[in-house]
Each structure stands twice: as C-alpha cells, then as structure tokens.
C-alpha cells in the first residue's frame, strides 16, 4: 500500500496507550469474568478508534486494524454474552466495506500453535472450563469459536480466505482481496479521495500462537456525521 502511494497506520488488540496494558496485567491473574474483560477491551477499541483510526482516515490514510471488533464478539459469544449486549457495547465501531476471514479448522490450527509459544490460557478457553487440560479444552474451545464465525460470516459477508494453505498463498490472496478495496469505485456513500479504511480481524493462527482461527478485513467508510455504526446495521439474532 505504501509502494503505491497510500499512507498507513495499523493498530490492533490491546495496542491502546489508555488500556492495553491494564488489559494485558489483568488477564495475567486468571480472574476476570467475561463482561468485565469486554469492558475493558471496549475501552482499548474506543481509544484507538478515537486516538488512531478516525486521525488516520481523516487525513486520507489507510487503517489497517488487527481483529477489529470480531475476534472479541466472538469469543464473548462463545463464554455466553448476550449478542445483543455485545452489539449494544461495540456499536460505536464504524462499519467496514469488507471483513476479510482467514479460516483455518482445528486440526491444522493445533500443531501451528503448539509449534509457536504454545497454549494460552485465555485462546484455550480455560476460564471457561472447556476441558480438563490445555490440550482438550483449546479443541473445544477453538471448535465452538470456529462456528461462531462461520455464523458471523454469514451475518456480515465475510470474504473468506483458507488460512491452513503456505504463507505465500494467503499473502498473494490477501493482497488481491485488498486491492479490490482499494481500487473499487465510490460507493452510493461518497468518500473524499483515499479515504479508505482497512479493518483487519486477525485470529491466533497468524501468529500461531493465539489460537482462533484468523480473520481479516477491509473497510471503506465516509469520515463524516452521517457515518454508520455497528450499531445500526447488526441484525437482531442472540
């Protein structure tokens, strides 16, 4: 994007200067409930989306934004928030032209983790007492978290791209599917020039470590009064 002139910004998960720390010192003692945690990383999103992300399309850049709100929806739909809580909490989020999910299944998910830093406590679903031991209870956990996005595909029209092929193949897919993004035409919302944002939902599988299935997306949205929100195009399904 950069060699052809766009200017950038990324930013993702827990990256906010207000609370991605607290975030990460809280999860370390194993004790926070699901609405607490969404709490918090509601707080971290609305930081960045104010400090970075609406800075960045304004001045005519590119956002690209690591699991946006997704990856956090679904994991609290997984532990049993309620979906309208939840689209009630984010729904500030500005709508993307285009989520992008690299889905990978379990099977090929498990061995890229255990080959990275190993389980994580909170990617394994051990505060939600899936299993017995890391092992059993990330296989749960990630399988629940894997139909949950295949419903929220369905939901928001996800492009969905295989996550479990080489790292070459994903990158050449990825990059056409932003491309398409970047140089489609003005939508029936008009956008100033380049006023584009690309929303990413990356899941642990990227960095086999995280283990959820990844995901990422891109988004064309009007910085203007008139922008609309999660808020107000989230159907009604719990």
């Known amino acids: 994007l950069e060699a052809r002139g766009y200017g950038v910004v990324r930013t993702g998960l827990t990256r906010s200067a207000l609370a991605g720390r ?30 970075q992300i609406i800075p960045a399309l ?8 690591d699991r946006y709100i997704w990856s956090l929806m679904a994991r609290a739909r997984v532990r049993g928030v309620s979906g309208r809580w939840l689209r009630d909490l984010y729904g ?19 061995p890229r983790v255990l080959a990275g830093a190993g389980f994580d406590y909170w990617e394994s679903g051990m505060d939600a007492g899936m299993g017995a031991d890391f092992y ?23 492009k969905v791209i295989d ?10 897919d990825l990059r056409k599917a932003v491309a398409k993004v970047i140089d489609a035409p003005a939508s029936d919302e ?17 960095l086999a470590a995280a283990g959820t299935s990844k995901s990422a997306g891109i988004a064309r949205v009007p910085v203007t009064p008139r922008v609309r929100t999660h808020g107000a195009s989230i159907g009604e399904e719990e």
Do not use: C
């Not at 500030?92 to 498990?110: N, Q, R, T």
């Open 190 to 206: 008009p956008l100033p020039p380049r006023r584009t944002a690309t929303s990413a939902v990356s899941a642990a599988a990227r």
């Open 136 to 158: 059993d209870s990330f296989i749960s956990y990630q399988s629940k978290m894997l139909k949950e996005f295949d419903r929220m595909t369905t939901e928001y029209g996800f």
């Open 22 to 51: 607290g975030i990460q010192r809280a999860k370390r003692g194993h004790t926070l409930d699901p609405i607490t945690l969404n709490l918090l990383y509601a707080t971290d999103f609305w930081d960045r989306l104010e400090r």
């Open 163 to 172: 996550a479990s092929r080489s790292v070459a193949r994903v990158s050449a």
């Open 58 to 65: 304004q001045a005519g850049m590119v956002a690209l934004v």
């Open 92 to 110: 500030f989020a500005l709508v993307p032209d285009k989520v992008i999910y690299l889905d990978i299944d379990v099977e090929h998910l498990a």
